[in-house]
């Protein structure tokens, strides 16, 4: 009997036993289970984070270099017109001194590397992206390069120019001039995006050392709390950073309640980091773009804008005072016995007459009014809102200052100008072409008078002046 009762007290205690080891072991398991789920929440939160920086970055710098290489093939396309590689090494230097990080060369369609000048060189030369010669593909897509020497991470691409004709036509996109091949520095970005990573990683490490030794201690008092941090989790794991889990008193529950609000706020401020440095990005290749098709409008040698560049004000003006029933002028100068000037005094002196009378006009015009280098010694000015007799007047001006500035700075050298007058209401033309073939003919009726004259296309009568 006694033996049995021994028997059976054995068997209660071992029973108590396994019962508090089975409750230990449920909390173990339960704790272990919360941690993996947090864990595993909060990691692919932070690595699709991490994930969407670097491809947000890379797609960034790839995009600022592609648009880069587009802007400079369009600038660089009335140069390969020219045949003038001095202008293209030119271009080079300018693009390298504007964007820290570039290596650019251009490619003639012969094979020739156009680089800057001696002295200037590209500090690693350019490999070419398709394995063989630089103008043997049309393009190709960027990527992304590491030097094997500085190890430092570029982003590469190569890009068509178009062949321009003389007369500012446009090939098809098959007929490329050359190619624009440039690398461009991105390390710093792929630095900071390392940085914004790391400082992610801390800040993980920082709330596992908060939430680890508490969560073994809170479970009979988690279901609540931990079904909103659950919710919490879901949706930051679906990129919504705005839920944050309600904290009340000061217990190991508010406790990680809170790390995991610091958690969100770390990834709020991470992003809110990189679309800053996005927008900064943006900005930055929106600037260096209007700079480069600003270049790409005007005329190397006078600053002036190009002959397609006016065009394109033209079509606009000319509709604008259609629609509103306003008058549009048109001037043409053009610079009397400028083959002459050449010829006896050398192109320098040509030069410095284009510049001058460049200067004379673009002083002489109102800021809503453009002139242009039109051909090689003409010019061509629209003046929006403006008559042709006021027109004539502000010819009148611009031939005056053009002799009086001549003599003082070129003495010995006859610069005088022949300009052509048209107004649309005067004379009625139906497009902008038939605007520019009117006073066209104005400053070809000057030229077989005599030269150094002012006129009028034909609609109202007015008298030459000399």
Known sequence: ???????????????????????????????????????????????????????????????????????????????????DPAALA???????????????????SAGERIEPP???????????????????????????????????????????????????????????????????????????????????LRLMAGVWLV??????????????????????????????LSPRVRVSGSDEVAELARALNAMADGLSASRSELLAFNAELGRQIEQRTRELRDLAARDPLTNLYNRRHFGEVLDREFAAAVRYHEDLSVLMVDLDNFKGINDTHGHHVGDDVLILTAGVIRDELRSADIAARYGGDEFIALLPHTPDADAESLAARIREELRGRAARSLPGIPVDVSIGIAGLKTTDAL??????REVDKALYAVKRSGKGRIARAPGRPAPARS
């Open 431 to 436: 497009s902008p072409e038939l605007l520019v």
């Open 90 to 108: 030119r271009l080079c230097r300018v693009s390298r001194e504007q964007c820290a990080g570039l290596q650019l060369a251009f490619v003639t």
């Open 1 to 83: 009997m006694g033996r049995r009762t021994a028997a059976i007290l054995r068997l209660r205690g071992l029973g108590q036993r396994l019962r508090l080891h089975a409750r230990m072991g449920l909390q173990v398991r339960t704790t272990i289970l919360l941690l993996a789920v947090l864990f595993t929440a909060s990691l692919a939160t932070a690595l699709i984070q991490i994930v969407r920086i670097e491809n947000s970055v890379h797609a960034a710098q790839l995009r600022r270099a592609d648009d880069l290489a587009t802007v400079l093939a369009a600038a660089a396309a009335p140069l390969f017109a020219a045949n």
């Open 211 to 240: 939430i680890t030794p508490i969560t073994f201690l809170i479970i009979r008092r988690i279901v609540r709390p931990i079904r909103e941090m659950a919710e919490a989790a879901k949706r930051f794991a679906r990129d919504d």
């Open 118 to 200: 001696p002295g200037e060189a590209l500090p690693n030369r350019l490999s070419d992206p398709t394995g063989g010669p630089p103008h043997s593909s049309i393009s190709c897509t960027p990527r992304l390069i590491r030097d094997p020497r500085t190890q430092s991470l570029f982003a590469e691409v190569c890009r068509p120019v178009p062949r321009v004709s003389p007369d500012g036509f446009t090939g098809a996109p098959t007929e490329a001039a050359g190619h624009v091949h440039l690398r461009l520095d991105v390390s710093a970005g792929r630095e900071a995006a390392r940085n914004m990573e790391r400082h992610l």
